[in-house]
T-cell receptor
Framework: NAGVTQTPKFRVLKTGQSMTLLCAQD?????MYWYRQDPGMGLRLIHY???????AKGEVPDGYNVSRLKKQNFLLGLESAAPSQTSVYFC????????????????FGDGTRLSIL | AQSVTQLGSHVSVSEGALVLLRCNYS??????LFWYVQYPNQGLQLLLK??????LVKGINGFEAEFKKSETSFHLTKPSAHMSDAAEYFC????????????FGKGTMLLVSP
C-alpha cells in the first residue's frame, strides 16, 4: 500500500533551470495539494486541485505551475528556479469534505528536498 | 480567513513527564482541527482530528486534544512522554466551508530527555 509517492526524493538545481516534481497517489482521492516547508514557517500551500483537470492557487503560488491530467497524479513545475525556492516540498491528498461538512484528513508523501544554487 | 498559532517553537520534557503542546486558532466559521506529527526526514502523519463531534479527541500513541471554543484552543496532551515522541508537531485548521484547505501552524519541536 504505497499511499502518496513523491519523485524525486532529492534534487540540486542551478538558478534558472527548470524541473517537475511528480506526486502519485493510489487512494482514489479527489483532492491533491502541494506544500513547501521552510524552517520556522510550517507548511504553506502552493497549489491544490479538487479534481482531474482543475487546479487552484494557494498561499504561495508565485514561481510554480501545476497540472492534474490524471486523477492519481499531481505535477509541480518550476519554470526558472530561484534560490528562494530551496525548500522541502510535500504532496498530500484527501477525499473531498463530507456532505455533512466534516473535515477530511490529508495524507502526505515523504517529501522532495530541493536545493537551488 | 483562518490562522493557527502554536506557542513555543521548542518544548522540552523529561521522559515520563506530561506533554502539553499549545494551539490556538482563528476561524470565521466552525473549524475542523488536526494535529500532525513529523519525524525526521519523513512526511506528516495524522495524530488526531476534531470534526465537531466530541470535544475531547483521542488519537494515536496515547495523545489526546480538547477543543475549547471559548478559548479558541486545541491543545495536545500526553500524560507520560516517551523518547519515541521526540518529533515536530503541527496543528492545522480547516474551515467547514469551501474546499477545506488546511492552514498549518509553524510547528513545535518536542524534545524528550532521559
Amino acid at each position: 500500500n504505497a499511499g502518496v509517492t513523491q519523485t524525486p526524493k532529492f534534487r540540486v538545481l542551478k538558478t534558472g533551470q527548470s524541473m517537475t516534481l511528480l506526486c502519485a497517489q493510489d487512494m482514489n482521492h479527489e483532492y491533491m495539494y502541494w506544500y513547501r516547508q521552510d524552517p520556522g514557517m510550517g507548511l504553506r500551500l502552493i497549489h491544490y486541485s479538487v479534481g482531474e483537470g482543475t487546479t487552484a492557487k494557494g498561499e504561495v503560488p508565485d514561481g510554480y505551475n501545476v497540472s492534474r491530467l490524471k486523477k492519481q497524479n499531481f505535477l509541480l513545475g518550476l519554470e526558472s528556479a530561484a534560490p528562494s525556492q530551496t525548500s522541502v516540498y510535500f504532496c498530500a491528498s484527501s477525499y473531498p469534505p463530507q456532505s455533512t461538512g466534516g473535515g477530511q484528513p490529508q495524507h502526505f508523501g515523504d517529501g522532495t528536498r530541493l536545493s537551488i544554487l | 480567513a483562518q490562522s493557527v498559532t502554536q506557542l513555543g517553537s521548542h518544548v522540552s520534557v523529561s521522559e515520563g513527564a506530561l506533554v502539553l503542546l499549545r494551539c490556538n486558532y482563528s476561524s470565521s466559521v466552525p473549524p475542523y482541527l488536526f494535529w500532525y506529527v513529523q519525524y525526521p526526514n519523513q512526511g506528516l502523519q495524522l495524530l488526531l482530528k476534531y470534526t465537531s463531534a466530541a470535544t475531547l479527541v483521542k488519537g494515536i500513541n496515547g495523545f489526546e486534544a480538547e477543543f475549547k471554543k471559548s478559548e479558541t484552543s486545541f491543545h495536545l496532551t500526553k500524560p507520560s512522554a516517551h523518547m519515541s515522541d521526540a518529533a515536530e508537531y503541527f496543528c492545522a485548521v480547516s474551515e467547514s466551508s469551501g474546499y477545506s484547505t488546511l492552514t498549518f501552524g509553524k510547528g513545535t519541536m518536542l524534545l524528550v530527555s532521559p
